[in-house]
């Protein structure tokens, strides 16, 4: 055994090839239990790297583990070896996801929210070899009638019926492109999640295993869905949108993503793809959290078209380099903290169409500006970085930001920023439980700060929220997939803070990605 480690709610080991091998098993047990608790990992959670091989268990509450591994080898014999004591993590449930008000109150998809599957969920595992061919029996009719469906693109289309609310675990496995998902995707390019109508409960997790699970030249869509969680997968080359909460969700989790460039679009501001991770069109109890974006153009819009309040956290995110929409706020009630804003050319928060931002306990480092308000405040300096539309308000408390070239707080001068009571940027609260005055209102359409965060169970509790000098070394460590991921690169602060140009050399390495993984299963 070379290495083993756990992460959130997994553990893994890798080894190298035993001589004469034909086969081998993997178990996972509590450290503290006797070798009868050991446990078989399914055998498409092996895999075969060209100098090792390695093993995740998945599944797991937080706690020590040991994994065992067994080779068969071609005489009949076995050889065994166990790992140390492995630590797995509970992931971070916290957010409007998580929200005691909400439809569902929990966005752990397949899972229980102590990390382990719902009794009786399904799990399949998606592969550039079973993409088109992976088999699922799903209920299609209300007295139960069921229907094999071939290819993860029909499984979907099947469940969007809305009478099958199995949990459904699908975990993707290695580099998976656009020809390997060829018929699975829509005509944009993108893997269709739907429920049947708005809300549809659909107890679905999709999920990459291991640190090299990875959507190649396409996106996710998802729609009218309710109890959905997209963890731990790699998105490069996308075709418009990374991943798209589209219409009529609640209750979904994304986390723990690596989101890089997508392809070009026609406009002069989509040379790195349009959004990044988008939820619009009435989607509400929504979070965020640990995603990793890497020099997004447009990190995350936040509303389109909404006509009624809508609420999403944003959490634990590792802004990198980006350059704008951090989030990009229409009308909701936005909750964003613990965020690492590193180096981000463009702005960082910005608000619009009478929305209501709690911006809390974030680290912004060179960050151009922090935080802005449709036509007022910075916005309205004539730069022409964010909008033409009515602004909306952001209470600020507990930030840390370092070389902003401009913050205008509405009522206090902190030493990083200017006063102006009715040209503002953001209120500065001096408690978080502080009540923004109605007096305070956008210099255009007049709108006051709603004070959602005084009123609303936000998913998170104060005791829970990091300090923010602690932010930089935390979301850096446990955002993006598991160990963050396969893929490396280290941005040259000094030029690529203020740039918003596509990085050539990230590009370039994007495009060339290829996966080392060998083959699947332990035979």
């Not at 035993?18 to 498409?44: C, E, F, H, R, W």
């Not at 139960?144 to 699908?170: C, F, H, N, S, V």
């Not at 005509?187 to 999709?206: D, F, H, I, P, R």
């Not at 990459?208 to 996710?220: F, K, N, P, S, V």
């Amino acid at each position: 055994m070379t290495e083993s480690g756990g992460w959130y709610e997994s553990a893994y080991i890798k080894w190298k090839p035993v001589s004469n091998a034909a086969s081998y098993n993997v178990y996972v047990k509590p450290a503290s239990a006797g070798d009868s608790a050991y446990t078989l990992i399914d055998d498409m959670l092996i895999r075969k790297y060209p100098s090792y091989w390695r093993a995740d268990a998945v599944g797991l509450t937080p706690g020590q583990y040991v994994m065992k591994v067994e080779a068969v080898l071609s005489n009949g014999s076995k050889e065994r070896a166990v790992s140390d004591p492995l630590s797995v993590i509970a992931n971070d449930r916290s957010g409007f996801a998580f929200s005691s008000e909400s439809t569902f109150g929990t966005g752990s998809g397949a899972y229980k929210d102590d990390g382990t599957l719902k009794d009786g969920a399904q799990v399949i595992y998606i592969t550039s070899d079973t993409a088109k061919k992976v088999t699922l029996d799903v209920i299609v009719n209300k007295s139960g009638k069921r229907q094999t469906a071939t290819g993860i693109g029909e499984i979907l289309a099947l469940r969007q019926k809305g009478y099958d609310k199995t949990p459904l675990a699908i975990r993707f496995i290695g580099q998976l492109s656009r020809s390997d998902m060829s018929g699975q995707l829509n005509s944009s390019g993108y893997l269709q999640v739907k429920g049947k109508s708005a809300y549809t409960e659909m107890n679905m997790t999709l999920e990459g295993i291991g640190e090299d699970a990875t959507a190649y030249g396409w996106g996710i869509l998802v729609r009218n869905c309710g109890n959905l969680e997209v963890r731990n997968l790699g998105i490069m080359l996308y075709p418009d949108d990374g991943i798209s909460l589209d219409t009529d969700n609640c209750n979904v989790w994304v986390h723990n993503n690596d989101i890089f460039y997508g392809t070009a679009g026609s406009d002069a501001d989509q040379a790195k793809g349009d959004g990044s991770a988008d939820v619009k069109k009435s989607s509400t109890y929504i979070t965020f959290s640990y995603n990793h974006f890497w020099d997004s153009g447009k990190s995350s819009l936040c509303g389109l078209k909404e006509t009624e309040d809508f609420f999403v956290s944003y959490h634990h995110n590792w802004f990198d380099h980006s350059d704008s929409r951090h989030p990009r706020i229409r009308l909701g009630s936005i909750h964003i903290y613990n965020n690492y804003y590193d180096g981000n050319s463009k702005y960082g928060v910005g608000i619009t169409t009478g929305g209501s931002a709690f911006v809390e306990a974030n680290y912004f480092r060179n960050c151009k500006y922090p935080m802005m308000s449709s036509l007022q405040g910075t916005d309205a300096l004539g730069e022409g970085t964010f909008s033409g539309e009515d602004g909306g308000i952001i209470k600020a408390f507990n930030n840390k930001i370092e070389n902003a070239n401009s913050l205008i707080y509405a009522n206090s001068d902190d030493g990083t920023a200017k006063e102006n009571k009715t040209s503002f940027d953001a209120y500065l609260a001096s408690s978080r439980n502080e009540t923004v005055p109605g007096s305070y209102k956008t210099l255009v359409g007049n709108k006051a700060y709603n004070n959602f965060d005084t009123r609303k169970d936000l998913g998170v509790s104060q005791s829970d929220i990091d300090d923010p000098n602690d932010v930089a070394q935390v979301v850096t460590s446990l955002s993006g997939r598991m160990n963050k991921g396969d893929f490396t690169w280290k941005f040259n602060n000094a030029s690529d803070d203020s740039s918003y140009d596509m990085n050539t050399g990230l590009m370039s390495k994007i495009r060339s990605y290829k996966t080392e993984l060998v083959s699947i299963g332990g035979k």
